[in-house]
């Protein structure tokens, strides 16, 4: 079993910053692929974005392109999601998953992950 926890999440104005994290144990990290992943109520989890193993390919989806950066440190078994440019559309319950294999037909879904961790909201409000 891998275990992820998710922190920084919080209460931001529109246009802040705000950087998530996620730490993993349990399981070899650098062996799996990562995602963020984010949910409000009454909606579907929405992909945000990939990382692979190594950290040398990531994915966005088209919402966060440009203001949004994933990046993890192997050697500290974490995953960050820096979100720059907030928007009221952003705020959401925000998950990261790790997934052993990852497709790029199937990397936005989120039956393609193994691992969730528990979320952190974000809020955007002024």
């Known amino acids: 079993q891998m275990q992820l926890v998710e922190s920084g999440g919080e209460l931001v104005q529109p246009g802040g910053s705000l950087r998530l994290s996620c730490a993993a144990s349990g399981r070899t990290f650098s062996s799996y692929h990562m995602g963020w992943f984010r949910q409000t109520p009454g909606k579907e989890r929405e992909f945000v974005t990939a990382i692979t193993r190594s950290g040398g390919n990531t994915y966005y989806a088209d919402s966060v392109k440009g203001r949004f950066t994933i990046s993890r440190d192997n050697a500290k078994n974490t995953v960050y999601l820096q979100m720059n440019s907030l928007k009221t559309a952003d705020p959401a319950v925000y998950y990261c998953?790790?997934?052993?294999?990852?497709?790029?037909?199937?990397?936005?879904?989120?039956?393609?992950?193994?691992?969730w961790g528990q979320g952190t909201q974000v809020t955007v409000a002024s």
């Open positions: 998953a790790a997934t052993f294999y990852l497709t790029m037909s199937a990397m936005d879904h989120p039956h393609s992950y193994a691992y």
